[in-house]
């Protein structure tokens, strides 16, 4: 939905597949911190690390999601938020993107409210804005109100991969969320 806003221009990218490895907790990114080298434990090219890295810095807002994995985000999503402390000790470079979250979970109360706020605590600790689903409400609900949490399937769930767009509210709340990522990153970069 954040590309259907006039002027602006998305870019998806996935990290299935992609190999992301966990922080190692060693002192030189925090001590010595490097913007060509974010994290200290690993080669440029040991993972895709850097790649997303680079397209944080280029974006001027960011839809993060990632499906709830036993109550929380994904092994993959959190080692980039563990490595992502040397942007910090720079000097906040992603201070002020925008930012807005989703998640899918297998029941509607399952893990969507803890992994949404692993990922805005995240965003928080850089600065971000951070965006909710905005005051765009369908007749019968959004599904979460600090980001869009949707169900694999409703009213029950259902074991194929999309079966997510049978939850109506949250993929409407995946829309608000889109919409208020963009018309937040406009207004506040000035771009589009």
């Not at 999601?65 to 080692?79: D, I, L, T």
Request: charged share 20%.
């Amino acid at each position: 939905a954040a590309g259907e806003l006039t002027g602006v221009t998305t870019e998806f990218y996935s990290v299935a597949g992609k190999k992301l490895l966990p922080c190692k907790v060693k002192d030189p990114c925090w001590q010595k911190p490097k913007a060509d080298r974010l994290c200290w434990c690993y080669r440029h090219d040991a993972d895709a690390f850097w790649e997303i890295a680079q397209l944080v810095e280029e974006a001027d807002g960011i839809i993060w999601g990632a499906p709830v994995y036993w109550m929380a985000v994904p092994s993959e999503m959190q080692a980039f938020f563990d490595r992502s402390r040397t942007v910090e000790a720079l000097g906040w470079r992603w201070r002020n993107k925008v930012a807005g979250f989703l998640t899918v979970a297998w029941d509607r109360n399952g893990g969507q409210e803890t992994a949404i706020q692993r990922m805005r605590t995240w965003a928080t600790m850089h600065d971000f804005i951070v965006v909710g689903v905005g005051p765009e409400r369908p007749e019968i609900s959004i599904g979460g109100y600090r980001g869009a949490m949707a169900v694999q399937g409703f009213p029950e769930p259902v074991g194929t991969l999309d079966a997510v767009r049978q939850d109506v509210s949250g993929i409407f709340a995946s829309r608000t969320v889109g919409w208020r990522v963009a018309s937040s990153a406009v207004s506040t970069s000035g771009r589009s």
